[in-house]
């Protein structure tokens, strides 16, 4: 990023492309069908940092800025009931999406898919836990997340409006460290749209401050961003997929140390770095990604919301409808197939999002 790329809706378009590009590997690695060459962008979602991490830091980003910096001169109780619609919003389509994918999990002629943790058919206590939040299902998981956290947004913004800072940042770590021992998820993934939310409050005094870098400091840091990026990259492929590339049971504890259930604090960190450096890769990429040929993406990026909550829609058809690779004629090699049906997958979830009842009705 430099100062030839310093206005602020270019900067907001890059971001609409890196929410289409979260959306797009949320997606592929939904599918699970591997082997598959897009394992190269999606790390399987086994990685030290996945797209759904990406996906809430720029919803809490964007909370910061349109909630807070932009609404700061509107009455809070404005701000406040728009914070409680998106989370009743987000509620209800993670129930909705829960019993919609629930009940093709759970037929007989179909082939077997994602499930939570309950007796099949039991549809009492699937409506119990699905309603409060317990066990949505594996594909609309995070509305649930984001609907909770949505409403915890409410007292962050009221003291970011105050100047509050140090505090939201202390209460929400006092809550990330709650939420690691009691293992309660929502509280251990507030951190990542907090910080982000104080950044989007905080956006035009970060800009300026940037913009006043001289371009050598401006490349430097850059630079510096994606060398520790690139280097924990490759340190986590390895831990992951070449374990015996590493000295002695090293693959195993960074294993633990980054493991997206515990969340770590050197996984906030290393997911902090990641974040920055696609973000400026795709700043710079922001020419090209311009063209024609890429609207798919922004698309997808703008229609987030309807893209998840739909996405499950495609996997389901091609998991149902698509041959495998035991059951084709073709001579075509497992990992290849994979890999079409997975870009498959993504364009079949932007035709569905394009349909006008869908975009009528489901929210964006």
Partial sequence: MTKTIANQSQRFLSLDYLRGWFICIIIIDHLWLWPSFLIIF????????????????LAGFLVGYVRGYKSIAKPFIEVIKKLISRSLVLWLWAIIGSVFYLFFAWQENLKPMWGPEIAKNDWTSAWWEITTLQQ?????????????IMLLAIPFIAMLRKRLTLLVFLVSAGLYILGINLEIKWLIWQIIFVIPMIIGFYFPAIKTTWDKLDLK???????????????????????????????GNLSHQLKDLFFIDYFYPPRLIITTFWFMSLFFIFQKLLPILQNPRWNFLYYIGTHSLTAYICHGIAIMLIINLLPNAEEISLPISPILLNTIYGIFCIFITYIIIKIPIIKRFIPR
């Fill in 136 to 148: 949505p299902y594996a594909w609309v998981y995070f509305l649930a997340i984001y609907a909770l």
């Fill in 217 to 247: 400091k401006q490349k430097n840091i850059t630079i510096s961003i994606h060398m520790i990026s690139l280097i924990s990259l490759v340190l986590s492929v390895a831990s992951n997929f070449y374990p015996n590339t590493l000295p």
């Fill in 42 to 57: 999606t790390g399987k979602a086994e990685l030290w940092m996945t797209a759904a991490e990406g996906f809430v830091i």
